[in-house]
C-alpha cells in the first residue's frame, strides 16, 4: 500500500514543480489522507523538496477507521501541542531549502495564509489550487471496494429497518437507530447527517429530522450513507405507510424512479456531466415538476460525501471510468410530501457491465 500513496504524492509533485514552485503544503483533511493514508487531528502534509513529512500536532493516536500513516512517510511532531502545524510545516520547507511552496489556499483561513507569510518572509506562496481533489477524483479498485463495503452496510442497515414496526415512531428516532445500526454492522460511522423525512417532510433534499410522527399513509423517504476505511456512500428510498399507497403517490413515485433510472442509464465514461443530470431532469421537467426539482441530480462521492464530479445543469467537464457518483432525483410538493431515490454507482465501460450499482436496496414502492 506505500506503493500507492508514494505514487499518489510523486503525481502531485509533478504537478507543483512543473508550475515552478519547490514544494507544497496540503491542508485539507481529506486531502491528507489521500496522500499520507492517514490524517491525524491538525496534522498537514508537507512535499518537500528534499523530504516529505507528516506533521502532526501530537503523536496520532491509534485509532484504525482514521487510517495509520503511509509507514514510509517520516512523521514530525511538533514539541507542543499547542503549535501549529501549518506554520511549522512552512519552517520545515525553508529548512529543506525550498524558495517557493504552494499551499491550498481555498482551505486556509486568512489568518494562517498571514502566519505563513510572517514565519517565512523569503518563501514565495503560490496556489496549489484544487490539485489533489482532482487527483481524487478517479478511484483506484480498493477505493472502490471500500465503497462498496459502505453500501453493503448502508443496504443491510435500512433493509433491517424497513422490518421494524414505524407507525407512531419519531423522525429523529428512526434516524438515530439507523446510524447506531451502521456502526453495529462494521461502519466507521454514518457519512453525513441521517435524514428520515414523514408525510409533507417527505422528499425533501437535506431533511433534518424531527419529532413528527410517522403516521398511517405518510410517504417516508429515508437518506442514509455508510462511511468505511474513510470512503462514504450514500442511499435514498422512499416507501409508503399503511396498507396501499394512493394514486397520486404512485404517480409520483413512477415519474421520480423513470427520471432516476434514465440518470442511471447516461453514466458512461465520456458522458458530460450536464447531459447526466439533462437525462434525469428532462423527465420530471416534461411532467411539469420543473420549479420542484433540487440544483442537482447527483454528485460525486468519496473520502467526502460530496466530491466532484457535480452532475448539474451547468456542469462542465465529462465523466471518466471508474469514478463513483451519485444519481438522486427527487420532488418535493409543499405541504403533501414527495419522492427521493438515491443511488451510489460507479462510472463502467459498456464492455465491463455498463455503471456498477452499489447500493441494492430494493426500488420498489413497497408499502410498509
Not at 92 to 104: C, I, N, P, R, T
Not at 207 to 233: I, K, M, N, W
Request: glycine residues 10%; charged residues 25%.
Amino acid at each position: 500500500m506505500s506503493e500507492v500513496y508514494a505514487n499518489r504524492r510523486s503525481r502531485l509533485r509533478e504537478h507543483f514543480t512543473a508550475a515552478g514552485t519547490a514544494a507544497a503544503l496540503v491542508t485539507r483533511p481529506a486531502n491528507v489522507r489521500y496522500l499520507a493514508a492517514a490524517a491525524p487531528r491538525g496534522a498537514v502534509l508537507l512535499l518537500g523538496n528534499r523530504e516529505d513529512l507528516l506533521v502532526c500536532a501530537g503523536p496520532p493516536e491509534d485509532r484504525p477507521y482514521e487510517g495509520r500513516p503511509d509507514e514510509n512517510l517520516r512523521l514530525h511532531v511538533l514539541a507542543t501541542s499547542a503549535g501549529d502545524a501549518v506554520v511549522a510545516a512552512a519552517g520545515l520547507a525553508v529548512a529543506q531549502g525550498a524558495d517557493s511552496l504552494a499551499v491550498e489556499e481555498h482551505h486556509l483561513t486568512v489568518a494562517r495564509h498571514r502566519a505563513l507569510a510572517s514565519v517565512a518572509p523569503g518563501l514565495r506562496l503560490t496556489d496549489l489550487g484544487v490539485a489533489v481533489e482532482q487527483l481524487r477524483v478517479v478511484k483506484d479498485e480498493e477505493e472502490i471496494s471500500f465503497l462498496r463495503i459502505g453500501a453493503e452496510i448502508a443496504d443491510q442497515a435500512l433493509g433491517e429497518l424497513l422490518e421494524s414496526i414505524l407507525v407512531g415512531r419519531t423522525e429523529r428516532h428512526l434516524a438515530l437507530e439507523l446510524e447506531r445500526r451502521l456502526v453495529d454492522h462494521g461502519a466507521d460511522g454514518p457519512a453525513f447527517p441521517t435524514s428520515v423525512a414523514t408525510g409533507p417532510h417527505a422528499g425533501r433534499r437535506g431533511h433534518r429530522p424531527t419529532d413528527r410522527r410517522v403516521e398511517e399513509g405518510d410517504f417516508l423517504s429515508v437518506c442514509l450513507g455508510a462511511t468505511y476505511r474513510g470512503y462514504r456512500c450514500e442511499i435514498g428510498r422512499t416507501f409508503v405507510i399503511g396498507t396501499s399507497p394512493a394514486d397520486w403517490q404512485i404517480q409520483l413515485y413512477d415519474l421520480v424512479f423513470a427520471a432516476q433510472r434514465a440518470g442511471r442509464e447516461a453514466l458512461a465514461p465520456g458522458a458530460a456531466c450536464r447531459d447526466v443530470d439533462r437525462a434525469a431532469r428532462q423527465v420530471l421537467d416534461s411532467a411539469g415538476f420543473a420549479e420542484a426539482l433540487p440544483p442537482l441530480t447527483g454528485h460525486g462521492v468519496g473520502l467526502e460525501i460530496d466530491e466532484d464530479p457535480q452532475l448539474a445543469p451547468a456542469a462542465m467537464g465529462k465523466l471518466d471510468a471508474c469514478v463513483p457518483v451519485t444519481v438522486e432525483p427527487g420532488v418535493h410538493l409543499p405541504g403533501r410530501g414527495g419522492v427521493r431515490i438515491d443511488d451510489t454507482l460507479v462510472v463502467r465501460p459498456e464492455a465491463d457491465g455498463g455503471p456498477e450499482l452499489l447500493t441494492i436496496t430494493t426500488k420498489e414502492l413497497l408499502a410498509l
